[in-house]
């Protein structure tokens, strides 16, 4: 009876310190069903969301999952079932309560009972958006770099014999490189009579090949 006893009480005191270490934690965790139906939520993942405790444990994660998402996320689920992974650790977007997307790391595993049943998901998922806003950032930035020099190598190349041709080639390499639709000129007609705008490059079909004239 005392040596049951003093299992029980460590039973107690590693539930206990789970709990804690679960609702204290400063990123998101999370117990979920196999089916995917969260049971536990702390804190940190309902401000992650947006949604409150008595929300999320009427969700499934695929209900705040982005949808471009939801494949990998299953897939990773069933490889953590069949017994192919014993973890799964990738980034994912959920989606917040007001219609953001959140990018996550989640690192998740499947814990097993008596005869390696499986029981339950526990998983952590930690807020890398600032990261990934500046990766794109990031990206644009080395993305324009390469529109500017690719717009350098092509005026190094023009023919500055036809003035008109190099005017409208310059135009062109500019407004490519700074994505704008279209570029044009207002100028006055020979008898100064009226004020005309016309196009030296367009970025699409629907825009004009020239806009208005002013009498």
């Known amino acids: ?17 789970f709990r804690t270490a ?28 947006g949604y409150s405790e008595r929300e999320l444990l009427g ?14 996320s299953g897939e990773q689920a069933k490889r953590l079932l069949s017994g192919d992974l ?17 990018w996550a790391l989640l690192a998740t595993t499947l ?24 990766e794109q950032a990031s990206a644009g930035h080395a993305a324009g770099v390469i529109r500017r020099q690719a717009a350098l190598l092509g005026l190094s190349k023009l023919d ?11 135009t062109e390499e500019v407004a490519r490189t700074l994505a704008v639709e279209r ?5 006055f007609t020979e008898d100064r009579s009226a004020l005309v705008c016309r196009d030296l490059f367009r970025g699409g079909p629907g825009v004009p090949e020239s806009g208005v004239s002013l009498e």
């Open 111 to 134: 814990l097993r009972g008596a005869g390696g049943r499986p029981l339950h998901f526990v998983s952590e998922i930690q807020d890398i958006s600032g990261r990934k806003r500046a």
């Open 59 to 72: 969700m499934n994660f695929r209900d705040v999952t982005f949808p471009e998402d939801l494949e990998k």
């Open 160 to 170: 500055l014999a036809d003035p008109n041709a190099t005017i409208r080639a310059i």
């Open 183 to 187: 570029a044009s000129v207002w100028f």
């Open 86 to 102: 014993a973890s799964a650790e990738f980034e994912k977007r959920y989606r917040h309560k007001d219609g953001s997307t959140v």
């Open 22 to 49: 679960f609702e204290s934690a400063r990123i998101g965790k999370a117990k979920a069903a196999r089916a995917g139906r969260f049971l536990k939520v702390n804190e940190a993942l309902q401000a992650m969301l």
């Open 1 to 17: 009876h005392g040596e049951l006893g003093r299992r029980m009480e460590e039973l107690r005191e590693s539930e206990e310190r």
